[in-house]
């Protein structure tokens, strides 16, 4: 037994609890089809807000909210001089979302709340839950806004600005479900941040691992591709006389495939969406407009599958009489999480018997944009087929309980480490 071990006895969160308010929380926005539909700053957001604050301050925690309605909820350490560990996620969801995605880390980190009180444990550093607004973008593009802000990645303004399909701004809509609080957004320091998500892939299931280590999310690139030819009759222009953007566009979209699989086993590429003009069977295609979105957790690979793309445009553009037009849309690069905490992870994983793993996050989290300011790292836990966004999404209470009691020891770590 080692000193940490004997120092956390045997303090694990509640199970029961945290499922009840998993089945609680999902009540808020729930859908005929078991999932849930919350989007950010509704009346369902409201009520779940609501629900948090009401749970944290019954846990004895000091619960405020900021100028973009993010939500704080505090207890104190033993050294007031200290910044604190914040333990969170987020509770808006898809409009056909789950239970799980984003909750289970506020969740968890309401279950370490309980924990900690119903053992006295008092830790040095104070401990913080958060539950950050609108980090899925479905109502407010662009997704992790508020935890975007906290971080300096944008400015308050840019955030209040922001206007859903119906118009009205994300200013509008805090403010109409009274979810503005007087602290500026960033206007406290957190010495680290933990947050406990479900992985939304394959891997940990396939792997029968049940707790991930995060070690960073993966770097992104987005591009929109033209490449224009030339509209012509598709019964008099011979073969070799066309200029077919459609059939140029194929060889690319084939080749977003082939540099993907030439930079296994992590990079991936995916052509999402296709527009053909004018798309009527018996002309040529003059034009065609594709997205392209490379992925890697190594920024020189997302740089290399890019280079190796526009090499290949180039090409196809002079073997079929065509011009490739490639544009920029999105450069998010990878997000390296803190060595310290992905360690402290894994260790509270192995001493707490859990197969666990290292692994990359594949999608966006408002942990990516906390990790610029503040040591971060993230806990995955399996959830079903690897399915999320989707109101079939599921995960075990067992392995939501271990991912909740690795988030506390790694707390406990974490609180010693630093
Ligand atoms: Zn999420």
């Known amino acids: 037994m080692n000193s940490t071990e004997s120092s956390f006895g045997n303090m694990t969160i509640d199970p029961g609890a945290l499922w009840d308010d998993i089945l609680t929380t999902a009540r808020f926005g729930a859908t005929p089809k078991g999932g849930v539909r919350r989007l950010a700053l509704t009346e369902e957001d409201r009520q779940v807000r609501a629900w948090f604050a009401r ?7 000091t619960v405020w909210t900021d ?40 969740l968890g980190g309401i279950a370490v709340l309980r924990a900690l009180r119903e053992t006295k444990h008092r830790t040095r550093h104070p401990v913080e839950i958060i539950n950050w607004t609108n980090e899925e973008g479905s109502r407010f593009a662009p997704a992790m806004l508020a935890s975007g802000v906290f971080a300096g990645v944008f400015t308050e303004d840019y955030a209040r600005d922001r206007q859903d399909r119906a118009g009205v701004s994300f200013g509008a809509a805090l403010e109409a479900i009274g979810a503005i609080g007087e602290e500026s957004c960033g206007g406290h320091d957190l010495a680290a941040y933990l947050e406990l998500h479900i992985e939304q892939g394959p891997i940990l299931e396939a792997e029968r691992c049940v707790i991930g280590a995060v070690t960073g999310v993966q770097g ?6 033209t490449v224009t030819g030339r509209d012509s009759h598709a019964g008099t ?15 690319l979209m084939t080749a977003v495939r082939e540099i993907a699989h030439a930079h296994a086993p992590e990079a991936v590429g995916t ?8 798309n009527s069977r018996n002309v040529v295609p003059g034009g065609v407009l594709f997205t392209v979105d490379f992925r890697d957790p190594r920024d020189e690979t997302v740089r290399a599958m890019e280079h190796a793309f526009r090499a290949k445009a ?6 079929h009489g065509v011009t490739v037009e490639i544009r920029d849309i999105w450069d998010s690069p990878a997000v390296p999480f803190d060595r310290r905490l992905i360690d402290a992870v894994s260790e509270s994983a192995r001493e707490l018997g859990l197969p666990a793993r290292e692994i990359v996050s594949g999608a966006g989290h408002d942990a990516a944009y906390v990790a610029r300011i503040v040591p971060t790292t993230m806990i995955f836990v399996p959830c079903a087929g690897g399915l999320s966004h989707n109101e079939e999404e599921s995960a075990t209470p067992e392995d939501v309980t271990a991912g909740a009691n690795v988030l506390l020891r790694s707390l406990l770590k974490a609180d010693a480490l630093l």
């Open 55 to 61: 749970s944290c301050t019954a846990l004895g925690a």
């Open 67 to 106: 100028t973009l309605g993010n939500q704080f909820a505090r207890i104190p350490g033993t050294d007031a001089s200290l910044p604190p560990i914040a333990l969170g996620s987020h509770l808006d969801t898809q409009p056909t979302g789950g239970k799980f995605d984003g909750i289970i880390g506020v």
């Open 220 to 225: 992104m690139r987005w591009y929109d591709v």
């Open 237 to 251: 222009t011979p073969m070799t006389l066309r200029a077919d953007a459609l059939q140029a566009a194929a060889l």
């Open 271 to 278: 052509v999402g969406s296709v527009e053909v003009l004018p």
């Open 314 to 319: 180039t090409a196809v553009a002079e073997e």
